[in-house]
């Protein structure tokens, strides 16, 4: 049996994204006002929010940094066991970092970096979200009120990772949170591989390597949240310009993944999808769809091409930090 | 020429409606956060209001009041020949009540009743809406900002009175206000009719008037605000059940009219739809549709049968008005 | 009274629209089993087709051709009357053609062209349409059954003319057809007129013009049709890029109309729009709202740019057709 | 570690229903042209359709016998390991039947009851779906042309099955086929259980046990088809009136569950819901959500209350079914 069928099923879903932003009030009012997520807590530089379907305290950590980009993601196990296997598991590959025990919300965690740099941690235990009163559903399975608030995202999704080399951060996380490849895009007759969708669960993808091909260390492509419906998203576009938010592409369909998307950058930098449909994969024997770059085209099924941004822009943005003496302090990891 | 002719395109549209309501607070509330509507003036015992997409500067006028019911209800007239033509006219069949000069956002109105007691007016001067800094819309076309809060109704669209002798009004506002007539529901072989719609324009009815079975006077039997998109009605649907709104009825789609519904009472007790779809009528010489007993059926097109209370249940509730002696005081008119 | 005044009203909505395409065949399965229009009649290289919604027999008017472009533009009067003025006045002009007799579904109806050389007519007279059996709608105020064919198209909408001299065409159809103005786009401080919105009833614009950049002369920009919700144009994104249909922009909202786009070429070359959203404007003294090089930007609210083509491509394509000997015979003119 | 912890993760989903009717070339229009389904394939008096998005060769069984019901459901199980472990623990319990091996588009598929008595079968081989060049889609990624006809149901979702004994049943499929328990409903202080809601993966329900207050066996109360947004029910319901197909609730949504359901019944009399919405569960501690009487309620979220034959109606149909000799030939297996 190989490594990688050791894993399978170990990881759960993803659980918390922490995004690192130089403005943290205006970015707190972005996720708070304008997507509608809900603060729950704040502590040390950080404030924890969630979306109103989130089972979770909090599944957003917005930490004020020197510079935008991504801080822990944290990876929920599927039991004690799976968490104790995907430890030591990693700890061999000479990438973890050890446990972590303190973050609100959440129980020990095992940290690691993926070989592209970027921090993250699987962890079990966790605090549940108990609504106080005003923010209780009418509905017994809904764990927060809908309050209708700007976009009103209802849980976090996936997050997309730059990296220099896709597939061996693919590799990794296959062998090592047991993710199943779902689709990729490879150039130059299968020899370039440009980017790779993965997830623990029947959820398209949790995680997407793409090219880093500024050439950084650890950044992040996008972050994303989740609508139940298209017309939920074109809502989102309306609700971003009366509020001024830079829109980068969408709304729109892409080929890979048949996701609805809507891109924006935060105020802090970072860029941030409101996402709908998609497909489940629920085979077991999924055979990832590969695409060439005749079949990848643009990237969009319809709508209009992606900007070029949209391949060169990632936070921390390097052109920006280049000029910054902050950026020698590893941007990637708050603490 | 006959005198309906005359009328035809005096009227412009739907230009405000008054709302009576024993629960001031709880009403603006109603309007304000869960609708979403913005409120504008107050002065006298009453609040102004409108929706995102209205362009004159108030399009509902909530007034505290001893019962539930309508208030005056406005219509514009094309141009002030227009409205001199109607005031003339009106006058001369008795029921016209004089002008009336000093309400907020119009100039002066010549006002009047409809056969069953329902206070109208028709103005042509209006004050258009200029929004303050922060609800100044990015769209140079949109009076207002789309704030994204509550349900977001973005223009009031039309009303429903109860009336003892539908065919008896629904001739007066044909006559005297232009209207034509778009559906009809008359039971017992063509001899009883149950409910008109009408409208001055190619929206499909800006007016309708259904037989009040419980014998009252003047009484409402809804108010209805568009939103664009049926999956709008569905989100308010959930709006409203987080705010402990009661919902009658709906979301669904009535056969008459093809309206696409969401039934609610605002806690001062009156009727209240969220509406969208429903079809233009463009033709000059629209021949009425007219269902009977069996085509109307439910009034539904799918979606369950409306409840009792749809049919039996208006504003002010006789009802509980019998009980009370200050129903003595004419309820339809807060003046 | 002004001239424009007397027009008012005398024009109720665009009643056919006539396209001509080198590719009958082909446009014709656009038509019918991509949009899902209905085919109600063929005679003379023309066939004639309808959405579900429309209450007359035919809406759109398809003829065989050596170029795409439209055809002859039919505007429903509002009476005989007005249809009389109409003709009286534009005979005045000097741009009257005289009266046409014979073509399917309609009355006489009274020919002319605008001064960019556009064909058009007013009618009165037109024949309703009435389902047979099997489309029949269960919906007695539906003309015809909802199929859920392909896109489903609701009704004709309006169209958009390119036009060397904007406002020589606008200045004309406000005149003589009384349509009222709604937006216009303006450059270089208020003296280019790159385009104007208007409508004789309120939907937002049932024609436009936009300046011609070729130089051509008659053609078109073009054709729209109605969907209800912005979802029934998702959708018809996906259905036409199943069917190998030439998307050109969208599905995506512009800023001036507030209209949800989707543009496709239609096989024979004309563009065609699926169209919903925008906003009706009831009001009869509504202020133009004009946009400027800035405001206007890329005609976008949110979604990507238009494409060049966007502004320079029109039917019949001049430059195509310049290469052809059949270019002599004047292609916006089948009679 | 418990048996219920041996087994989870054994099943994949939900992979093939068969359902049986009386009335084959209606129930084939049904679902091929009012749903939408493609027919793949037909053998044995049995129709084998899939939905655009169902990755396997054939998802849904149609055939031909006595009475409207259930044929056999079929699991697909993670992997042949999986499959093997599944076959011998069921064995074990004395409802296993042993292996059938001749099913299109299925490998060797080991057959059991539930409790109940309906039957069921357990494969991991499977004929993925190859489309045929009309039907290849312009996105790799989708399996099927999305064909725009009827309703469009993109693949299987659940099925709800009656049981005398919820708990037993409910017990059965923990223990035997991993699944987790999301929802229930239990009446009389927790004595009753109405209904339970299970799953093998992060879809909310594959499948729901609710109680047959006929005292029937092996009765089936709906089977569900996803489309991706809300809005397509709401479309769906038009497609259905316009065919003339009974809808029995909906479109509305349910209080557990989240889903947003339209029940109809295909003319072989089963019910059949077009679904969308409901939420992910991707807890691997979900604590199921038990609603009682007063939470319950009406089972409705918003829209109106579910009819009385929503909670006595199943298929085979008892009362119709009494009346024939063939009822004794147990309906619920066609073999």
Redesign the interface.
């Known amino acids: 049996m190989s490594k990688q069928q050791d894993s399978v099923?170990d990881v759960?879903?993803l659980g918390r994204v922490e995004l690192l932003t130089p403005k943290a009030d205006r970015s707190l009012w972005y996720f708070r006002d304008v997507l509608g997520m809900e603060v729950v807590h704040a502590a040390d530089g950080s404030v924890f929010l969630r979306g109103y379907?989130d089972?979770a305290a909090a599944t957003l950590k917005l930490t004020e940094a020197a510079n935008a980009g991504v801080g822990c993601v944290s990876w929920?196990?599927?039991?004690p066991q799976a968490l104790q296997r995907r430890a030591e598991s990693i700890d061999q590959t000479g990438l973890g970092l050890g446990w972590n025990e303190h973050d609100f919300g959440l129980g020990r965690a095992y940290r690691f970096r993926d070989p592209d740099g970027h921090l993250m941690e699987i962890y079990y235990d966790e605090q549940?979200y108990v609504a106080p009163e005003p923010l209780r559903?009418?509905?017994?399975?809904?764990p927060q009120?809908?309050?209708?608030?700007?976009?009103g995202v209802?849980r976090i999704d996936h997050l997309a990772l730059l990296a220099k080399d896709v597939a061996a951060n693919r590799e990794f996380v296959q062998q090592q949170l047991g993710f199943q490849l779902r689709?990729q895009v490879v150039f130059d007759k299968g020899k370039t591989e440009i980017g790779s969708w993965l997830s623990p669960?029947?959820?398209h993808h949790s995680l997407a390597y793409v090219m880093d091909i500024e050439g950084g260390n650890g950044r992040l492509h996008h972050f994303s949240l989740w609508v139940?419906?298209?017309?939920?998203v074109?809502?989102a576009?309306?609700?971003?310009?009366?509020n001024?938010i830079f829109?980068e592409?969408?709304?729109?369909?892409h080929?890979?993944?048949?996701g609805?998307y809507l891109y924006s950058y935060e105020p802090g930098g970072n860029r941030v999808e409101v996402y709908s449909?998609s497909?489940?994969v629920?085979?077991?024997d999924w055979?990832p769809?590969i695409?060439n770059e005749e079949?990848r085209g643009t990237g969009v099924?319809?709508?209009?091409?992606l900007?070029e941004t949209f391949l060169n822009y990632g936070t921390p943005n390097i052109a920006v930090a280049e000029q910054s003496p902050r950026q020698k302090i590893p941007v990637f990891d708050p603490h």
């Open positions: 099923h759960a879903h379907g089972y929920r196990a599927s039991s549940k559903s009418t509905l017994k399975n809904l009120k809908f309050t209708g608030r700007g976009v209802r689709e669960s029947p959820i139940d419906n298209r017309e939920d074109l809502r576009a309306t609700v971003m310009r009366e001024d829109i592409a969408g709304p729109s369909m080929n890979n993944s048949q609805f449909g497909y489940l629920l085979a077991p055979e769809v695409w079949e099924y319809w709508g209009s091409a900007p």
